[in-house]
């Protein structure tokens, strides 16, 4: 059986609604700040969801598990563990307000 193509709309409204209340939930509880650098997340287009465990270290989505940061704060957090997250830590996020 086909899917009819607007069957699949309210289903991605509802991602987007979800999404935006995630970012919205996130910026609150932690201040308006990159949860690596404590700088104000002011730009919203340079943000980026962050695990706070990695999921290849068995982190989830939940949002207990995801913080806001900056894409530059990131990729340098990235870069320093040669991408492999699993190494990274509870430090290297101390501003994601938990």
């Given at each position: 059986m086909a899917l009819?193509?607007?069957?699949c709309l309210?289903?991605?409204r509802r991602a987007i609604?979800?999404?935006r209340k995630l970012r919205m939930y996130l910026l609150k509880r932690q201040n308006y700040r990159c949860a690596i650098t404590?700088?104000?997340?002011?730009?919203?287009?340079e943000i980026a969801v962050h695990h706070i465990?990695?999921?290849q270290a068995g982190g989830n989505d939940d949002w207990s598990n995801l913080c806001l940061v900056h894409k530059w704060a990131q990729a340098q957090l990235r870069a320093?563990?040669?991408g492999d997250?699993?190494?990274?830590?509870?430090?290297?996020?101390p501003f994601r307000g938990l």
């Amino acid at each position: 059986m086909a899917l009819a193509v607007g069957s699949c709309l309210p289903l991605f409204r509802r991602a987007i609604a979800d999404a935006r209340k995630l970012r919205m939930y996130l910026l609150k509880r932690q201040n308006y700040r990159c949860a690596i650098t404590g700088l104000p997340l002011e730009d919203t287009s340079e943000i980026a969801v962050h695990h706070i465990v990695a999921r290849q270290a068995g982190g989830n989505d939940d949002w207990s598990n995801l913080c806001l940061v900056h894409k530059w704060a990131q990729a340098q957090l990235r870069a320093r563990y040669r991408g492999d997250l699993t190494l990274a830590s509870l430090k290297d996020v101390p501003f994601r307000g938990l």
